[in-house]
């Protein structure tokens, strides 16, 4: 029996490249939605990319299965009237240009909506289609650098460690192509999905955002020091670290307990959260006391009888063998060539479902695809070029 696919009809035309476009449209084929990935015929970056340094090929895997390859070239003249023969038969139009490249090319999306008036464009772009940085170029460091983010991770010396950024563009790129494809089903008509890697920097940074609501007074003393909640943090315990939260009275309580303080309880300046931001410092003092002649085993098995949210800090390398990921299928093995090693074979691993449905789980259907693989399949198969065509375009460099 087939497995069903929620996205089985949705067909999406990709010219994104590097990251966020990707990821985008990773998630959308992860539930079964047709990902037509457009390479220029020399293939794009991230491919390239893996010729030089062979260790970042699973990264092709991550954001390229359960896609299908097609070349062309965007800037030829046939290459463009291709490209407009192709969005008749797609729903949906993904790309991550600085604004106003595709304008130029003569691919906008007031050329391409009367070409396909139901069409679904989304744009993903460092500082989004208005304002005045719309044209500026952007990684997703400078995302992270301009919406505040490296500031309050304390990290203005050096480069993000997590790509949150693109990746997170790729989440809400992909959430509001489905909120306009809702639209589109319901009433035939299509839409511009913009989405401002900076925006989404801005909107998760909620040091900054709520500093809007905050009396001056309030404002001045934040920045003389950080405000914390307390307990929210990480302790140091004899062989690693133990994250830490408990914010309620009853969790404080709880937490007071579980250490054998009962005494703190009586301290009026504990007496409740509001008191205890004042005295954040002396209360983590007080917990890391006791955490710190502990393992990071006995303190959670402690936490965990005390029902105080909690967990070890674990390393990067070791996460991908963490029991819960494990057992919730986020880990996924394949067998592929080694791209270091002519000939032989080598094991990777990918991230498996993130969004687990019920009656249509999504599947990894296939690793990513090589480079033009689908050129036959859909510029022969559906759009109806016959095989001479093909040659033609082909010998021209427009595929």
């Known amino acids: 029996m087939l497995q069903k ?30 990902i037509w990935k457009i390479e220029p015929p020399i293939g794009e970056i991230m491919r390239l990319y893996t010729l030089f340094k062979p260790s970042i090929a699973p990264m092709m895997n991550l954001l ?34 600085v604004p106003g490249y595709m304008d130029k090319l003569g691919l906008g999306y007031e050329v391409l909506r009367d070409v396909n008036p139901g069409l679904v464009y989304c744009a993903i772009s460092g500082f989004g289609q208005t304002g005045p940085l719309r044209e500026r170029h952007a990684f997703d460091m400078i995302a992270q650098a301009t919406g505040g983010i490296m500031s309050v991770l304390e990290r203005e010396d050096r480069a993000p460690s997590v790509f949150i950024a693109d990746l997170g ?7 509001g192509i489905l909120a306009a494809l809702h639209y589109r089903d319901k009433t035939g008509i299509g839409q511009f999905v913009d989405i401002s890697m900076q925006d989404i920097m801005y909107a998760f940074n909620f040091r900054a955002v709520i500093r809007g609501a905050l009396p001056e007074d309030s404002l001045q003393r934040e920045d003389q020091e950080r405000i914390t909640v307390p307990i929210y943090q990480s302790f140091k315990c004899k062989d690693g670290y133990v994250a830490i939260v408990a914010i309620t009275d009853r ?16 301290v009026r300046k504990y007496r409740n959260v509001i008191k205890r931001i004042e005295f954040v410092d002396e209360i983590y003092e007080i917990v890391e006391s006791w955490t710190k002649d502990k393992t990071v085993v006995e303190v959670i098995e402690i936490m965990e ?29 394949y067998i592929v060539d080694d791209p270091e090693k002519k000939g032989e074979k080598r094991k990777i691993t990918i991230p498996g479902i993130l969004i687990k449905l019920s009656e249509t789980p999504g599947d990894i259907w296939t690793l990513a695809p090589g480079l033009g693989e689908h050129n036959k399949e859909i510029y022969e198969g559906i759009m109806g070029y016959n095989k001479e065509k093909l040659i033609h375009f082909k010998k021209k460099g427009i595929i």
């Open 64 to 97: 390229n299965r359960n896609k299908k390859s097609i070349t062309l070239n965007m800037r030829s003249k046939e290459g463009k009237e291709i490209f407009k023969e192709l969005i008749k038969k797609v729903d949906i139009l993904l790309e991550n240009n």
């Open 169 to 175: 563009a790729g989440v809400h790129a992909a959430y």
């Open 251 to 266: 969790q404080w309580k709880r937490v007071v307990l579980a250490m054998d303080r009962k005494e703190l309880l009586r």
């Open 305 to 333: 009888n005390a029902k105080i949210p909690c967990g070890p800090i674990v390393p990067y390398k070791e996460v991908s063998n963490h029991p819960q990921i494990l057992a919730r299928e986020m880990v996924r093995e």
């Open 5 to 34: 696919k929620c996205l089985e009809d949705v067909i999406v035309l990709d010219t994104s490249q590097f990251l966020s476009g990707p990821y985008a449209s990773s998630l959308l084929a992860d539930l079964g939605a047709e």
